[in-house]
T-cell receptor
Framework: AQTVTQSQPEMSVQEAETVTLSCTYD???????LFWYKQPPSRQMILVIR??????QNATENRFSVNFQKAAKSFSLKISDSQLGDTAMYFC????????????FGKGTKLSVKP | KAGVTQTPRYLIKTRGQQVTLSCSPI?????VSWYQQTPGQGLQFLFE???????NKGNFPGRFSGRQFSNSRSEMNVSTLELGDSALYLC???????????????FGSGTRLTVV
């Protein structure tokens, strides 16, 4: 069975600084996808970034980028120029490829951006 | 374009009762999934529906059930409520199962269920 581990329950960063959230996963599959979701106090999960396992190039979305290390099964999220609106829970998630997969989430990291 | 709509936002029920939660996906999305979020267990997959058929089911007891209607709206039902069923229930939609890894899911804001 696949598992996703986020080892940092809470983190804080100063506004405009850079922060990296860690995520490791375990799977024997070769076709899979990885995601970072953000859950602000409004409770809605918002997709931040996704990565296909077969792509070596790390995904980037504006201030958000990932460091995908497939051999190490590591998928960290880097947030540059942190903003107060980035304060939220961040969840790393895994999904098998194909149509039968569902999201498997880590326990989350609570990120606080301080002014 | 309206997002994923879940109703009600909050619900308080008594042990032993049953409850029905509703989810309306984004227009054009035909696949709906449900997740349970608790502080102890985190986010756990309940089930996925597409074309009114359950395609995938998580490891939950039979008290948890769902269905999908022809307009893609979905409901989930929990019978004989237990205190441990208190949770945030999130609904997520995507276009169709074959594209969910490409498009990801769009989530609703959830229904907060409290069982007393």
């Amino acid at each position: 069975a696949q598992t996703v581990t986020q080892s940092q329950p809470e983190m804080s960063v100063q506004e405009a600084e850079t922060v990296t959230l860690s995520c490791t996963y375990d799977t024997s599959e070769s076709n899979y996808y990885l995601f970072w979701y953000k859950q602000p106090p409004s409770r809605q999960m918002i997709l931040v970034i996704r990565q296909e396992a077969y792509k070596q190039q790390n995904a980037t979305e504006n201030r958000f980028s990932v460091n995908f290390q497939k051999a190490a099964k590591s998928f960290s999220l880097k947030i540059s120029d942190s903003q107060l609106g980035d304060t939220a829970m961040y969840f790393c998630a895994f999904m098998n490829g194909g149509s039968q997969g569902n999201l498997i989430f880590g326990k989350g990291t609570k990120l606080s951006v301080k002014p | 374009k309206a997002g994923v709509t879940q109703t009600p936002r909050y619900l308080i029920k008594t042990r032993g009762q049953q409850v029905t939660l509703s989810c309306s996906p984004i227009s054009g999305h035909r696949s709906v999934s449900w997740y349970q979020q608790t502080p102890g267990q985190g986010l756990q997959f309940l089930f996925e529906y597409f074309s009114e058929t359950q395609r995938n089911k998580g490891n939950f007891p039979g008290r948890f059930s769902g269905r999908q209607f022809s307009n893609s709206r979905s409901e989930m039902n929990v019978s004989t409520l237990e205190l441990g069923d208190s949770a945030l229930y999130l609904c997520a939609s995507t276009t169709e199962p074959q594209l969910k890894s490409l498009h990801g899911y769009t989530f609703g804001s959830g229904t907060r269920l409290t069982v007393v």
